[in-house]
């Protein structure tokens, strides 16, 4: 089979955490993705333009020499946000999107909005200059069941705020339901969804069944196969917003395999070459490059990347590292749990 060469991908959603942990990871993001956009969820979180200008610089200096990657920042949005600051900072190219956790969603999402009506002006203003709100879909009221918790995001936060903010332009993060995909499908162009890697292999079983296996838990925690199956329809469909967004979130192996294990899972490393198994799979290879390399790009108003990468199928199954190294402790690497016949060849 011939090889395929795409325009370099763009990560539209990515922890890359920071001090020993983010010079680790980066060189895994930055070995095959030319952007990301970069996650605010730090302790303390990234919420001023003046924080995000310092963060930026933390991660171009943990960029190995030779290594091309331009991060995209976001903030981080609490309910004291300052709309001026964001507009500043959009205004300079510093910032791409705003990020909304609502609090107590998921990690280091204690800052996040409790009270909706308190971030409206922040939202008016960012909907007048074009800047995309990045959200975290779950509803954090404690009676709703985890696996309700998306779905119940769209009626309950998602569709008021966007009926309440016309031309807010959103990105509804690491969907996990039909419900999502259904909701993006009749969002028109200012809504779009990214979908990570994990989610489009693994179903709540993988997760429970016959064993609980901690790196394969994640937020939005995996769903039925249904939903699924719904994932790879959107992502390998063709439609432009869809986009790849890894959510690949690094936490050391003692804090995932623990008594109550940190949500993530560290995709970064072999991201690109489970797609091409996938999209193959779906028959849609012809489609990877505008899941990971345009249709992101086009929402955020960026140009495609001029680089491009090549991937090449192999004889034998590709094979990476268990675990990377990192100064916090080792990471373990998301594993399919299949072989996989594909690699990044340059
Ligand atoms: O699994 C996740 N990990 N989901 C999130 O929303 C946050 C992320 C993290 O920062 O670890
Ligand atoms: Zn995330």
Redesign the pocket.
Known sequence: MTPITLRRPDDMHL?L?DGAMLEAVLPESARHFARAIV?P?LVPPVVTAAQAAAYRDRILAALPAGMAFEPLMTLYLTETTDPGDVAAAAASGLVRAVKL?PAG?????ASGVRDFDRVRGVLERMAAIGLPLCV?G?VTDPVVDIFDREAMFIDRVLDPIRRATPGLRVVM??ITTAEGVAYVQGGGDTLAGTITTHHLILNRNHLLAGGIRPHY????VAKREHHRLALRAAATGGAVRFFLGT?S???PDHLKEHACG????FTATNTMAILAHVFEEEGALDRLEGFTSLHGAAFYGLAPNAARITLEKTAIPAAWPARIATGAGPVTVFNPGFPVYWQVSD
């Open positions: 922890h955490r996650m969820n956790y969603a998921t990690t280091n999402s975290h779950e993060e690491h838990y994640c937020l939005p959510d979130a690094p936490h940190c949500a993530g899972c």
